[in-house]
């Protein structure tokens, strides 16, 4: 018998083939859907973390304890539903206060609602009382006060003058 010159694929090299490119073509298919459905994701958080920011900003500009307390609401863009409240707890610093904020989206588009929760300390004066305000910068001035004291002699007790240069130089004249 006689070769031919003409080559070609076997049947069987041409099914191995076409399974390898499938099997390249699923993997590829499902890389694809996860980074379509990362964008997803990540343009919804985006918007939920602006719609955050400025609620926040929102409750930072009220002026008034209780109506910061009693919280609020407003629409966003996309018919999002923004509901947010605050508990606020005095700290040990006039002026000072912890703020627990929360701050419910609601999106149409999602089944349930995404909750965000911060904690922050906020230095604001109007949400002070003037009598827990005084007492608080009066127990500060005592603690400096007794810290002071503790410094002063334990700079005495080890030999060391508590003198500095510039009362030196008032006592010489």
């Not at 390249?24 to 939920?48: D, F, H, K, P, Q």
């Not at 009693?70 to 700290?91: C, K, M, V």
Request: charged residues 30%.
């Amino acid at each position: 018998m006689k070769r031919s010159a003409f080559r070609a694929f076997t049947l069987l090299e041409v099914m191995v083939a076409l399974a390898v490119f499938a099997l390249a073509a699923v993997m590829l298919g499902a890389a694809y859907v996860n980074v379509l459905m990362a964008y997803e994701i990540a343009g919804r958080s985006t918007l939920g973390d602006e719609d955050v920011k400025f609620a926040r900003a929102q409750m930072l500009a009220i002026a008034e304890r209780k109506k910061v307390e009693e919280g609020g609401d407003f629409e966003s863009t996309g018919n999002r539903r923004l509901r947010w409240s605050a508990t606020i707890e005095s700290t040990n610093t006039a002026d000072l206060f912890l703020v627990h904020f929360t701050c419910e989206v609601n999106d149409p588009e999602s089944r349930e609602p995404q909750k965000f929760q911060e904690d922050f300390r906020v230095l604001r004066p109007t949400w002070s009382e003037p009598a827990e305000r005084d007492r608080l910068r009066q127990e500060a001035r005592q603690r400096i006060e007794e810290h002071n004291a503790a410094q002063g002699k334990n700079v005495g007790s080890s030999g060391a003058s508590t003198n500095t240069g510039a009362n030196k130089a008032k006592g010489a004249k």
